[in-house]
T-cell receptor, first 112, second 112 residues
Framework: DADVTQTPRNRITKTGKRIMLECSQT?????MYWYRQDPGLGLRLIYY???????NKGEISDGYSVSRQAQAKFSLSLESAIPNQTALYFC???????????FGPGTRLLVL | GENVEQHPSTLSVQEGDSAVIKCTYS??????FPWYKQELGKGPQLIID?????GEKKDQRIAVTLNKTAKHFSLHITETQPEDSAVYFC???????????FGKGTSLLVTP
């Protein structure tokens, strides 16, 4: 969905490096999410935020941190990347009180 | 927490045939069940959803059924077409707008 953008779309980094993935949305939604997708494991929730002052851990938050800089921006950071964080990362948004989540195009991350 | 199981992991059908994907969930408090379609290189997109107060919902060639007693729900695609080929994810949520728990996905291939 063009209303949810993610940068970069692809990234290669080395073990131990700090990396930030960014998500921006023009939908005006309050709620934003970060998911990780691994082959055969589906989508797993890393962090979510229901508004600018709200940050919540998801199922697999260890090794990750997030920042909600504004209603429209939600960034995911890997403080010290490790190879098993190689995955496809998706940002999603939803409107408060509505169930439908709208996903960005994803960021493919490779940690060497 | 909620655990969503999805079967089969891969499904191959001939064009024009029907396809059925099944999911079970563990938390009886779950009340929202969406289905997402992910095409190659894109983020998941909602195709249909159902709430716990409804047993069946249909949208053209796609239908979803829910059995709350057995805690399972299914996606039915009739008259399949090659463009239906994608990965399909089921999900469950405990309440409106909460983070989704996804199944591991079903890779559907529709052959001409």
């Amino acid at each position: 969905d063009a209303d949810v953008t993610q940068t970069p779309r692809n990234r290669i980094t080395k073990t131990g490096k700090r990396i930030m993935l960014e998500c921006s949305q023009t939908k005006g939604h309050d709620r934003m999410y970060w998911y990780r997708q691994d082959p055969g494991l589906g989508l797993r929730l890393i962090y979510y935020s229901f508004d600018v002052k709200d940050i919540n851990k998801g199922e697999i938050s260890d090794g990750y941190s997030v920042s909600r800089q504004a209603q429209a921006k939600f960034s995911l950071s890997l403080e010290s990347a490790i190879p098993n964080q190689t995955a496809l990362y998706f940002c999603a948004t939803s409107e408060a009180g509505q169930e439908t989540q709208y996903f960005g195009p994803g960021t493919r991350l490779l940690v060497l | 927490g909620e655990n969503v199981e999805q079967h089969p992991s891969t499904l191959s059908v001939q064009e024009g045939d029907s396809a059925v994907i099944k999911c079970t969930y563990s938390d009886s408090a779950s009340n929202y069940f969406p289905w997402y379609k992910q095409e190659l290189g894109k983020g998941p997109q909602l195709i249909i959803d159902i709430r716990s107060n409804v047993g069946e919902k249909k949208d053209q060639r796609i239908a979803v059924t829910l059995n709350k007693t057995a805690k399972h729900f299914s996606l039915h695609i009739t008259e399949t077409q090659p463009e239906d080929s994608a990965v399909y994810f089921c999900a469950a949520s405990i309440y409106s707008g909460y983070a989704l728990n996804f199944g591991k996905g079903t890779s559907l291939l529709v052959t001409p």
